[in-house]
Structures are given as C-alpha cells and as structure tokens.
C-alpha cells in the first residue's frame, strides 16, 4: 500500500517559516491534500490540489508538490497555527484504491 | 450550510458490533459529486480512512478493515452509517463522518465521536 512519511515535528519561531514536507513514492503525480487539526478538533482542510486553498484559509499557507516529496508552507508563522498537520492523497494506483493520510507533523511555535 | 453530526454508541464490549450513525443537515446526502465516508483516530495517534458510500449506496472499504465494516445510507433520513463488527481495544478511536468531493480530498468533517472498547 501506498505510504506518506512526514517528520514527527517541526519548531517554527513566531513570525518565520514552517516548511512540512509529505513524502511517497512519485507523490508529483498525485493531488495532495492537507488539513490542520488542534488539540481537541476535528481536521480542517488548508490545502487542496497541491497548492490551493478553500475560502478562509489565509495566504500565508501554501502548497507544493514535485518528484517524491510535498511541501505545506506555512509564512509568517502565529501562535495559533501551531497544530498537527496531515497530508493524504487518494491513491489509485493498485486494485484496492484508496484515501491514504501521511503520519502527521506537530507544529510547535516557539 | 451543510454540517455532519456523529451519533451513537460511546462504549462497546469487546467482540461485539460498532454502529455509529452520521447524521447530515443543510443540504441533501443525495447531491450529485460527493461520498461519504468515515475516519478513525486512534487516541494520540493518526488519521486512518475506514470506507465511503455514494449516495447511489455504492461502497468502498479500506481493504485493512474490509471484513469487518459495512456502510450504508437512508436517504429519506439524509444520514449514513457505520458498522464495525468484532471490535478490540484497537479499535478505540474517535470516529469522524467527512465528505469527500470528486477530487478526492475532505472537505468537510463532522466533530467526531470517542468510541471506547472495553469490557
């Protein structure tokens, strides 16, 4: 079955960048996906598509997607995005498709 | 605006069935381009998807977890539901409903429910 790798954590200070990267196998032809969830919460997505966003999502986050590894940027990072992150893509390439989640980064900020 | 609510059982015994039921309001279940499914987070640990209906009532399970889940929908009530046969202290999670769109990401989510196994 298809795997997504992410680090356990990621320590960011306030107001720099928090780079989340979601690695798998030849993820650059697939849609990734991700989603933020706080302590307590159901997830919300933040990302769709690699590197679009839903309405209410600030700019500030922003996706990338190429060869083994996606990335979720998070710029000028505040204390309330700190969270667990989860990428996931919808993997069709076997007999038994389906929705697979990365392992899931902790943002903590500093 | 379309929002998903989990009920159901929050305690099963060991061996028995898991029967959760999400309940979606503000819009119908029967809306063309979407499926629903159902998510699981062991406690402390990570999201693991568990199957989704089409509103046609067509099916598709995670194969870890196929034997044991059945999904199903009732239309005249705009719910879905779950059921998780042969339940251990691994299946302890919270359990999510979501909505999924054509291109296969979760757009929306319900608040989830804890269903703990334990005798």
């Known amino acids: 079955s298809y795997v997504l790798t992410q680090p356990p954590s990621v320590s960011v200070a306030p107001g720099q960048t928090a780079r989340i990267t979601c690695g798998g196998n030849?993820?650059?032809?697939?849609?990734v996906h991700w989603y933020q969830q706080k302590p307590g919460q159901a997830p919300v997505l933040v990302v769709y598509?690699?590197?679009d966003r839903p309405s209410g999502i600030p700019e500030r986050f922003s996706g990338s997607n190429s060869g083994n590894t996606a990335t979720l940027t998070i710029s000028r990072v505040e204390a309330g995005d700190e969270a667990d992150y989860y990428c996931?893509?919808?993997?069709?390439?076997?007999?038994?498709?389906?929705?697979?989640f990365g392992t899931g980064t902790k943002v903590t900020v500093l | 605006q379309l929002q998903l609510q989990e009920s159901g059982s929050g305690l099963v015994k060991p061996s028995q069935t898991l029967s959760l039921t999400c309940a979606v309001s503000?819009?119908?279940?029967?809306?063309?381009?979407?499926?629903w499914s159902w998510i699981r987070q062991p406690p402390g640990k990570g999201l693991e998807w568990i199957g989704y209906?089409?509103?046609?009532?067509?099916?598709y399970y995670n194969p870890s977890l196929k034997s044991r889940v059945t999904i199903s929908v009732d239309r005249s009530k705009n719910q879905f539901s779950l059921k998780l046969s042969s339940v251990t202290a691994a299946d302890t999670a919270v359990y999510y409903c979501?909505?999924?769109?054509?291109?296969?990401?979760?757009?929306?989510w319900g608040r989830g429910t804890l269903v703990t196994v334990s005798s």
């Open positions: 598509d690699d590197s």
């Open positions: 503000g819009g119908s279940i029967s809306s063309g381009g979407y499926s």
């Open positions: 979501a909505r999924a769109t054509t291109s296969e990401y979760f757009d929306l």
């Open positions: 996931q893509v919808w993997d069709s390439s076997s007999d038994h498709p389906f929705y697979v």
């Open positions: 209906i089409y509103h046609s009532g067509s099916t």
């Open positions: 030849n993820i650059g032809s697939k849609s």
